[in-house]
């Protein structure tokens, strides 16, 4: 079939270089448009747009799918289909009828579980055991059309929304190609979803990421792996914002206790209290320096045990 792949971020790319291997033939791309990235936050182009220019595949960067000449130039094209994964907008009516097998979408959860920006961190959050990934017909309804394809991954006690995502991406593509080919064989048929069950997973911002000392252990641990890398967990220290990457979890030890945000500091760890027990800390990042493990950040500050975090 010939196709136009519609994705932006780095996990997009494993589905695009997974279709580049097919049977089918990548006509062009879309993606989002040119934006900020980085320390230094230069204008530059998506992880998907710069592959594809590297590849000499058309790069299309609508600001609006709905726009006009975004349109015309799909219909020049005149795709069999458009896959999808992680493109980032809405996409019209007017569009979604343009290929004649119209748009399938990589979503990486089992749906109609954590519809939205976001499937990965949520699951992650809530403490789901299993997530997984579904193919299905783009409608106008978010997230909500029949479904194609769908695989499942368990979650690991460790996993960061990061490691997941990987897992789910590489997974995810060939289910996407398979889906493809059942498709221009006739092997394969969308089947509506179920109207149970159905949550909704919209995109993290960086308030969800701010660690609430407060709630127990368990809790802590899950939101910030599931705010690691995107957007990142953090919290306060003597005024400042610092960010967090994974606590370990710690044996309920009697005596042991530590008040909420409260930090103790040993040799070669860092721990500190929550609404449950304590969590020793992986590594932190301070403002305007480098990415460390906790136990040196806390000899840099000879941090005492009544030092808290979470109050600024």
Known sequence: ???????????????????????????????????????????????????????????????RPGDPSFQERLREIAPDCCPVTAYGALLPQSVLGIPRHGWVNLHFSVLPAWRGAAPVQHAILHGDDITGATTFQIVRELDAGPVFGVLTEPIRPTDTAGDLLD?????????????????EDGTVRALPQSADGVSLAPKLAPEDARVDW???????????????????????????RI???????????????????????????????????????????????RRMPAADWARGLHAEPATHLGFS
């Open 1 to 63: 079939m010939r196709l136009v792949f519609a994705g932006t971020p780095p996990v997009a790319v494993t589905a695009l270089r997974a279709l580049l291997t097919s049977q089918h033939t990548v006509e062009a791309v879309i993606t989002r448009p040119d934006a900020p990235a980085g320390r230094g936050r230069r204008v530059e182009p998506s992880p998907v747009a710069m592959v594809a220019g590297e590849l000499g595949i058309e790069v299309l960067k609508p600001v």
């Open 243 to 289: 960010k967090l990457w994974p606590v370990a979890l710690l044996p309920d030890i009697p005596g042991a206790s530590l008040a909420p945000g409260e930090l103790r500091v040993e040799r070669g760890a860092v721990h500190a209290g929550t609404g449950s027990r304590p969590v020793r800390l992986g590594d932190v990042q301070p403002p305007g320096k």
């Open 214 to 240: 407060n709630l127990p252990a368990h809790l802590t641990d899950r939101q910030i792996r599931a705010c690691t890398p995107d957007p990142g967990a953090w919290t306060e220290f003597d005024g400042a």
């Open 167 to 183: 897992r789910l991406a590489a997974s995810g593509a060939e289910l996407l190609v398979a889906t493809l080919d059942g498709i």
